[in-house]
């Protein structure tokens, strides 16, 4: 585990340490005030089989959570869809959020955050969607200037952003095939914290190049340099997909990618 509290983490899986929130519902939280976090917090929630979790805070937060392991039927407010690994789903200031674990344990990572003075959900905002949606992109990104860029890149999905009515958290998602990067960035006014969702590769921190799977965890506190990359050299090697995104969101990454920053 590498942290302090002015540079950032990266938290290993294996390291978290989870408690009984009772029901067959088990909790730890990765990012948080213990890492001088904030504005986001993101929390690691496994549900036994056949048992419901529900975020009885949710109201007051602005939330968004992936399934990394398991089905079953997730619920924002009063919309409810069967979701399975690699969904994502997003609950806007003023509703509920919930979980029922079908006929396996689920394991899911929850982003959650208060809104931000001045801040107010989109009239109608996406609230389901998928680690490998492809609409909405962000490709040829050449960082900030914080480290030498790779004209290997790869591509990132916005998954919940501005554009979908989300007006503080964001989801993105980087799917890096072998060799490619997404490139070392800073976000000035914003806190970052992602999941290594699939594959093995290497996290940025801060001038320090980390190797992490499944599970793993990365902060990175606002000016904090922070990147991706998939050092493989076998082009047939594994897919390394990361999601998550800084918190609130940093109008220069859909900036680079020609889309508004206004929330829907």
């Known amino acids: 585990m590498s942290t302090t509290a002015t540079r950032g983490a990266v938290i290993p899986a294996g390291t978290?340490?989870?408690?009984?929130?009772?029901?067959?519902?088990?909790?730890?939280?990765?990012?948080?005030?213990?890492?001088?976090a904030r504005i986001v917090?993101?929390?690691?929630?496994?549900?036994?089989a056949g048992r419901t979790w529900a975020l009885s805070r949710a109201a007051h937060e602005e939330n968004v959570?992936?399934?990394?392991?398991?089905?079953?039927?997730?619920?924002?407010?009063?919309h409810t869809r069967e979701v399975t690994r690699g969904d994502a789903v997003y609950s806007p200031t003023g509703d509920t959020l919930g979980m029922t674990a079908a006929g396996t344990d689920v394991t899911v990572y929850l982003w959650?955050?208060?809104?931000?003075?001045?801040?107010?959900?989109?009239?109608?905002?996406?609230?389901?969607?998928?680690?490998?949606?492809?609409?909405t992109q962000l490709t040829g990104f050449t960082g900030t200037g914080q480290a030498p860029a790779s004209r290997r890149t790869a591509p990132m999905n916005f998954l919940f952003w501005p554009g979908t009515g989300?007006?503080?958290?964001?989801?993105?998602?980087?799917?890096?095939?072998?060799?490619?990067?997404?490139?070392?960035?800073?976000h000035p006014d914003s806190e970052e914290a992602?999941?290594?969702?699939?594959?093995?590769?290497?996290?940025?921190?801060?001038?320090?190049?980390?190797?992490?799977?499944?599970?793993?965890v990365l902060f990175a506190p606002p000016g904090v340099p922070h990147g991706t990359r998939h050092p493989a050299t076998d082009p047939?090697?594994?897919?390394?997909?990361t999601c998550g995104g800084p918190t609130p969101?940093?109008?220069v990454l859909y900036q680079r990618a020609g889309l508004s920053t206004e929330v829907k």
């Open 194 to 216: 992602f999941i290594v969702f699939e594959g093995t590769g290497q996290l940025h921190l801060d001038g320090e190049w980390i190797d992490a799977a499944p599970g793993d």
């Open 236 to 241: 047939a090697a594994p897919r390394f997909a």
């Open 112 to 135: 959650r955050s208060r809104l931000l003075p001045g801040r107010r959900p989109g009239a109608a905002p996406a609230r389901f969607s998928r680690l490998w949606n492809t609409d």
């Open 16 to 36: 978290l340490t989870f408690t009984s929130a009772g029901q067959g519902v088990t909790t730890a939280t990765a990012v948080g005030a213990h890492l001088g």
């Open 65 to 78: 959570m992936v399934v990394f392991a398991g089905h079953g039927t997730a619920a924002s407010g009063a």
């Open 41 to 48: 917090r993101l929390d690691v929630v496994r549900i036994a």
């Open 249 to 251: 969101f940093d109008p």
């Open 166 to 186: 989300s007006p503080q958290l964001c989801l993105h998602c980087g799917c890096m095939q072998a060799g490619e990067y997404f490139n070392v960035h800073v």
